[in-house]
């Protein structure tokens, strides 16, 4: 069984740009979380999708966007780019989101270097 | 603020000891708590977890310990191996009484396994 997959690996886009990010879930899975993580840290929760809709949503300027597509995959999208947005962003999925104990199998990652 | 603390920034252990890796948090309405593990160039994966009501749980060479009336959390490798060097993240769900799958997460120990 295929894992989280998240395109492109690695970005660099420079102040004022904006980018979309790509996530696809586990096959079946209908749950994506997306979070930063930047040095010193940790992992900061963005937002969360299920079945297409926003349950949650953490504390990001509305620069950053996201969405769920009918196929449970996930893009995320940050608009007028700053340096401190350089960070990598993962993707995470889980089948129902129903209990918190429903496993969130993380992807890889996507690298994204702000000039 | 960060509410949930992983003071220490690293840890190193020689192969075949215990490692013992801490995290605290502040806000009592954490009901469950999970410890990841992460690779270099790769997502975190999920490593174990503990509910509120419970004081401890093993999943083979690993134990996590909960202090509630301390707000604190332990995970115990034994015995470590060089396998187990990575970066391990404490985190936390916050039980809002809807279903998520939102963690908070420490900044994360680097742990280094000596052989």
């Known amino acids: 069984k295929a894992g989280v997959t998240q395109t492109p690996r690695y970005l660099i886009k420079t102040r004022g740009q904006q980018v979309t990010l790509s996530c696809s879930p586990i096959?079946?899975?209908?749950?994506v979380s997306w979070y930063q993580q930047t040095p010193g840290q940790g992992l900061q929760f963005l937002f969360e999708y299920f079945s297409e809709t926003q349950r949650n949503k953490g504390n990001f300027p509305g620069r950053f966007s996201g969405r769920q597509f009918s196929n449970s995959r996930s893009e995320m999208n940050v608009s007028t780019l700053e340096l401190g947005d350089s960070a990598l962003y993962l993707c995470?999925?889980?089948?129902?989101?129903?209990?918190?104990?429903?496993?969130?199998?993380f992807g890889p990652g996507t690298r994204l270097t702000v000039l | 603020d960060q509410q949930v603390k992983q003071n220490s920034p690293s840890l190193s252990v020689q192969e075949g000891r215990i490692s013992i890796l801490n995290c605290d948090y502040t806000n009592s309405m954490f009901d469950y708590f999970l410890w990841y593990k992460k690779y270099p160039a790769e997502g975190p994966t999920f490593l174990i977890s503990i509910s509120s009501i419970k004081d401890k749980n093993e999943d083979g060479r690993f134990t996590v310990f909960l202090n509630k009336s301390a707000k604190h959390l332990s995970l115990h490798i034994v015995p470590s191996q060089p396998g187990d060097s990575a970066v391990y993240f404490c985190a936390a769900s916050p039980n809002y009484g809807g279903a998520t799958n939102k963690l908070i997460f420490g900044t994360g120990t680097l742990l280094a396994v000596q052989p």
């Open positions: 995470a999925s889980s089948f129902l989101a129903a209990k918190v104990t429903d496993t969130q199998y």
């Open positions: 096959s079946g899975h209908r749950s």
